[in-house]
């Protein structure tokens, strides 16, 4: 009987960390990230600091370097456009 509640405690845990530790599929230029805040945009890029309230969330970030372009895509800083007050949407939320 212990066996089995050994064998049964052990498939929990090892479903919870299969779980836990699972990926979601990132896109082009993008990076998974256990605790993703706020990516730089198109918009912010060039601000020295950039404030961010997000919470620490599993997402997907644009690699180092990139930046996200008014299609929520991520792209070179060098293709943005400099108009200011273009909205950026990512993951339902406007940057």
Known sequence: MKTVIFILFLAVALAAFVNATSMMKCG???V???CGGCDKT?????DKAIPCTLPCIPKCL???GLVRNSQGKCDDARRCNDKVGVEFKTDNMKY
């Open 28 to 30: 082009v230029k993008e």
């Open 32 to 34: 998974y990230h256990q």
């Open 42 to 46: 198109c918009e912010n890029y060039k």
């Open 62 to 64: 644009c690699i180092e």
